[in-house]
């Protein structure tokens, strides 16, 4: 048994007051949601914090995905069963159905939460690259209140997030729009392994155009990247297997990944390419169906 | 990418047909698992028992400068703190291995692996220990470390062991085996050779306990009792009191349950001897359990093999020779677990299951900045290196010939008539009929079908490969004129008790880790006597309590232990047969035995039943001249030779050629381990074996940096296999019972972890032959098998 520090932990009671204890502690303190990364970092000795604050208690007031005309809405106490489970948000967006199936195991996704998940802005993480691929918000409250950032701004680096040391992500939102398409591919060593490379692709097509597309990647650069060269060039085109190649392409040249003992970097810009075909060539059927 | 296959319903009501001897039964010991009712040695809890945690070395070769250990000392809860230095002072710095070397218990001098054991302190609670290690202060100076194996015989190479004396370079050992000469004759006419560089990767077996102990040391009346995460309990006392000092009739090992072995728990670790230092310092109880990290990167690893393949054959496919030079990484301290006349296990068998002129091994081993051990993981004696060396080299061969594997195969074996056969490196094979297991594999697996399936795949660009491993296995060490570990003959004992009711109990001297002992050793003695399994009583894992032998590890407990015990129950049946024979007043040789009781011949309404027998041993009314009182007896066994088990496995997979994942969709896996105690216990075991060696195969490698790091860690960079990477496993046996072990059983346990990753490695390769792709070495991860794709497949190290 691998064993923490010492720590202080206290259960949160409302959001307002977790903002408080985080305003209080300051960066000596941390939240903890599913725990699924933290513990393991802090039982290897590898993140050291005085407090914890678990806001597990707010799971009635953060955890729910509401599915508006224009929008979804998901709370960010929302935990990856949930996510898997809600056929209304796999009718919205298949994409995270997708997702959600090769994240870890049950038994992470039983405790693990959307937030949790950004906010731990690891770059192999896979719902940062569906949130990033869904052109996602994110809402972050303080003490003054709300602020609502993109994606791009969300992730400040690997691990690092724009939420403050006093703030807390409490929701992220996913424009809806009509003609909506979306995938996620993720090649793994072994089921529940970090990806090697995993793509999400979606795409919003009016009368066989392509309206919209923007493909997500993980785990192939400092953070989870959407690649606005991919979507300029399906802009206004007809989904077709030459433009998938195109949008291979430019993923494969795009990112930036490492040689590690997940793969090598060639290979994982191969995948690159793959996946984004693969992941565009499912979410245009899903779009046309 | 994940796929979850349709749960199939399976029907267990054949599995427990309660069984008076052989046949499926449900393991007796599974209620109190299921339950969460096991105990094990971190279960044990002591009245004042205190906490152990050792300091680890961040480096992988490094010397010590200083330690300072005041800080750790003043820490809340802290009862004692000791350094490699203390020790020494002791005498007891450093301990032998199993393999004649010497090992530190902390380090001294020199750290000369990251995770080596550095000090430890022992607190009132496991967190005050662990926080107490941060505050100790060890200032190192960082040497050179030898990280490749390959260059640690250099000239210039850092000096690793520089505490021998005479020891000027990293050369651990020379051994070779077969006729060197005759090989090479054989070699230099041959019409076909065939080289390959074949490497098997350091590879843990990372059970799923990790190694721990509890020691007791009771400062009245001298006695230690220690429960320890031990294969070889009985051993691991003898060499405590060598080490020790301690008279061996005042230890107690005490191996509880033990959450699975695979040969990670038969060396004595530093974290043992620590827990005892530390009980007899404090008087009080001391525990001391690794975590995952620390049994990942500093518990005895297994592999690390990096040989050179060679085999002649003539044209049309008769394989001549093999012949293989190997280059052998045994870590910072020859710690490997084997008899002690082989330094290389039983790697000799490499010569497979084929009938050759003529072979030879030269083997070199090295030291290096590594983790000690070489013992391990289910390799029964590095067998596991020696099958897949010779099953990937045939393959190679069957490439070069362009012929098929499995008529290769076929035309090779060692036939029926020719056992016991006499390999070429000198091992007696004593029994096997190979193509009949060869041929009901292919049977089940449809393996014409399978490759006209393959060959309209290729055509369509598809990537399917069939894969086909057949080995003989030398299980059950073993003679003792010939083996023995550190002195110790490998011969096992057992006794058996029949209480007055007719209820019994059996002592074993070797332990379960999983296997299940309890089950399989009470159908044993029910076979012999008729007594059902229910009413056996399987006592073992306690030295007190069990009579001496060497334990479980490389197959052993059926060849060895299990042959111990049928005879001892045959012992106490020819003394139920005496008491009989007064009980129906008729002559012994008038009896017959109908498993269960003694039968008048010519009237079978005269009979006496075992419980009937035992109750007259122990009773009131005399007994036949010459005959005491009680039913019981007691036996050593003396193997006279090793058993032979073998198997045809073939591995259907399938690879993805845009993401070059490998998904193996079909095992067949044919075993022949003899006689068949418990088969769904043999099952659970190639099962798990199986899976092991899709893990091997695809995921599994200890890596490390150029710095030495160890780079697998955590189960989250050691890869496991799950349910999800494996198919539903097809088994199918024949039976080949050995000759020489009184009920024809040989082992299995190790089977298929020894048969599975060439299966599986033959199997991507095939898949591979339209890239012109002939050898790929392990782990077969999508990287590199997309490496192997462009013709760009590199060694794993």
Redesign the interface.
């Known amino acids: 048994?691998?064993?923490p520090?010492?720590f202080e932990y206290e259960r949160a009671t409302s959001v307002d007051q977790a903002i408080g204890l985080l305003e209080r502690l300051g960066s000596s303190a941390r939240l903890v949601a599913g725990g699924h990364s933290l513990l393991?970092m802090m039982k290897?000795?590898l993140a050291n914090f005085e407090y914890l604050i678990d806001i597990n208690p707010l799971h009635a007031e953060l955890g729910y995905v509401k599915i508006q005309t224009d929008e979804v809405r998901i709370g960010a106490l929302t935990r990856h069963r949930e996510l898997l489970e809600s056929d209304e948000l796999a009718a919205a967006f298949p994409i995270f159905r997708d997702a959600e199936?090769?994240i870890a195991?049950p038994v992470v996704r039983n405790r693990g939460t959307l937030g949790g998940s950004l906010c731990q802005a690891d770059p192999s993480e896979d719902l940062s690259a569906v949130c990033t691929t869904l052109d996602a918000r994110c809402v972050i409250r303080g003490s003054a209140g709300e602020r609502v950032v993109s994606m791009e701004e969300f992730h400040v680096g690997p691990y690092e997030t724009a939420v403050g040391d006093d703030e807390i992500l409490v929701e992220v939102r996913f424009p809806r729009r009509g003609g909506h398409g979306s995938a996620y591919?993720?090649?793994?060593?072994?089921?529940?392994?970090?990806a090697?490379v995993s793509a999400g692709a979606a795409v919003w097509i009016t009368e066989g155009r392509i309206v919209d597309a923007r493909v997500g990647l993980a785990a192939v650069g400092p953070n989870t990247t959407g690649i606005p060269e991919i979507s300029d060039t399906l802009r206004g085109n007809a989904p077709s297997e030459a433009l998938y190649e195109q949008a291979g392409a430019i993923a494969a040249r795009s990112c930036d990944p490492s040689t590690d003992?997940?793969?090598?970097a060639d290979?994982?810009r191969?995948?690159a390419d793959?996946?984004t075909r693969?992941t565009l060539r499912k979410a245009v059927e899903r779009a046309r169906s | 990418?994940?796929t979850?296959q349709e749960p199939k319903f399976t029907n267990f009501d054949d599995n427990d047909q309660k069984p008076v001897g052989f046949g499926r039964m449900l393991r007796k010991e599974d209620p109190r698992f299921l339950r969460g009712r096991g105990r094990y040695t971190?279960d044990v809890q002591l009245p004042g028992m205190l906490h152990l945690a050792i300091l680890r070395a961040p480096f992988a070769h490094a010397r010590i400068v200083s330690v300072d250990t005041s800080a750790a000392e003043a820490s809340p809860g802290v009862k004692l703190v000791v350094t490699g230095a203390m020790l020494a002072e002791k005498g007891l710095a450093w301990m032998p291995t199993l393999s004649n070397d010497v090992q530190a218990v902390l380090a001294t001098d020199k750290v000369r692996f990251q995770g080596q054991e550095v000090a430890f302190v022992v607190a009132d609670d496991?967190?005050a220990a662990?926080?107490a290690l941060?505050l100790i202060d060890v200032e190192y100076d960082v040497l050179e470390p030898v990280v490749d194996a390959r260059r640690a015989l250099e000239a210039g190479a850092p000096l690793i062991r520089d505490d021998l004396t005479d020891k000027a370079d990293n050369h651990v050992f020379d051994w070779e085996t077969g006729d060197e000469a005759a090989t090479e004759a054989v070699f230099a006419n041959a019409d076909v050779v065939v080289v390959e560089d074949i490497v098997y990767p350091r590879v843990h077996p990372a059970p799923m306990e990790t190694c721990g102990a509890v020691a007791d040391f009771d400062s009245i009346d001298g006695k230690l009792r220690l429960w320890s995460t031990t294969q070889a309990p009985h051993a691991h006392r003898t060499l405590y009191a060598i080490v020790a000092g301690i008279p061996e009739h005042k230890i107690q090992v005490i191996a509880p349950d033990i959450g699975g072995g695979f040969g990670n728990k038969v060396p004595i670790y530093p974290g043992y001897v620590c827990a005892i230092v530390g009980s007899i310092l404090t008087g009080k109880p001391v525990k001391w359990?690794e975590?995952?990290?620390e049994n990942l990167i500093s518990t005895g690893f297994a592999r690390d093999y990096i040989m050179r393949g060679e085999i002649a054959a003539t044209r049309d496919g008769k394989i001549l020779a093999i012949r293989t030079n190997v280059l052998a990484d045994h870590g910072a301290f020859n710690g490997t677990a084997a008899p002690v006349k082989y330094p290389a296990g039983f790697f000799g068998v490499f010569t497979g299951s084929y009938d050759i002129e003529a072979a030879y091994c030269k083997m070199t081993a090295v030291y290096t900045n590594k983790a000690p051990g070489g013992v391990a993981y289910a390799c029964s004696f590095r067998i596991t290196e020696a099958v897949y060396l010779v099953e990937r080299i045939v393959d190679c061969l069957a490439h070069e010939l362009d012929m098929d594997p499995a008529e290769l195969r076929l035309k090779n074996f060692i036939q029926p008539e020719q056992f016991p056969y006499e390999t070429k490196t000198g091992w007696v094979y004593d029994s096997g009929d190979y193509e009949p297991t060869m041929r009901l594999a292919m049977d089940m697996a449809g393996y014409a079908d399978l490759r006209r399936e393959q060959a309209e795949k290729r055509a369509r660009g598809e990537l399917m490969g069939i894969g086909i491993a057949f080995f003989t296995e030398a299980v059950g060490a073993g003679p003792r004129k010939d083996m023995d570990i550190l002195g110790l003959g490998m011969a096992d004992g057992c006794e058996l008790r029949i209480h007055p009711t007719g209820k019994a109990v059996v002592r074993l001297s070797v332990q379960t880790q999983g296997q299940g002992h309890e089950t399989t050793f009470a159908q044993i003695i029910a076979e012999e006597i008729g007594i059902p399994p229910a009413d056996i009583e399987v006592v073992h894992g306690d030295t007190d309590q069990t009579p001496f032998g060497l334990g479980t590890y490389g197959s052993r407990s059926t060849p060895v232990s299990g042959a111990a015990a049928a005879l001892v129950a045959r012992k106490v049946r020819d003394k139920a047969q005496l008491i009989a024979s007064a009980m129906l007043e008729v002559s012994v040789a008038d009896l017959d035995w109908a498993k269960g009781s003694f039968v008048v011949k010519g009237d079978p309404g005269k009979s006496v039943t075992i419980q009937d027998i035992a109750m007259r041993a122990h009773g009131a009314g005399d007994l036949p001249d010459g005959v005491e009182g009680g039913l019981e007896a007691q036996i050593c066994y003396n193997p006279s030779n090793l058993t032979y088990p073998h198997g045809a496995y073939i591995c259907v997979v399938d690879i993805d050629p845009?993401?070059?994942?490998v998904k193996v969709r079909r095992f067949i896996a044919v075993d022949d381990c003899g006689a068949r105690i418990n088969p769904m216990i043999i099952e659970g075991q190639v099962h798990g074996g199986l899976t092991d060696g899709v893990g091997m195969a695809?995921?599994e490698m200890i890596?490390f940096d150029e710095d030495g790091n160890c780079?697998g860690a955590?189960l989250?960079?050691y890869?496991i296999?799950?349910a999800?990477?494996v198919p539903d496993w097809e088994t199918g046996f024949t039976v080949t019972p050995s000759p020489h072990h009184p009920i024809g059983a040989k082992g299995v346990g190790e089977s298929a972890t020894v048969g599975s990753p060439p299966a599986i490695v033959n199997a991507v390769v095939d898949a591979l032959k339209p890239f012109g792709v002939r050898h790929a070495d392990m782990p077969l991860?999508?990287?590199r098998v997309?490496?192997a794709m462009r013709g760009q497949a590199t060694p794993p190290i």
């Open positions: 048994m691998q064993v520090a010492p393991p290897l000795r199936r090769v195991d591919e993720k090649v793994e060593r072994r089921a529940g392994d970090w090697v003992q997940r793969g090598s290979y994982k191969h995948l793959e996946l693969r | 990418m994940t979850v971190d496991r967190y662990r926080d941060e359990m975590d995952r990290s845009g993401t070059a994942q695809l995921m890596a780079l955590s989250m960079d890869l296999p799950t999800l990477e991860t999508p990287s997309w490496d």
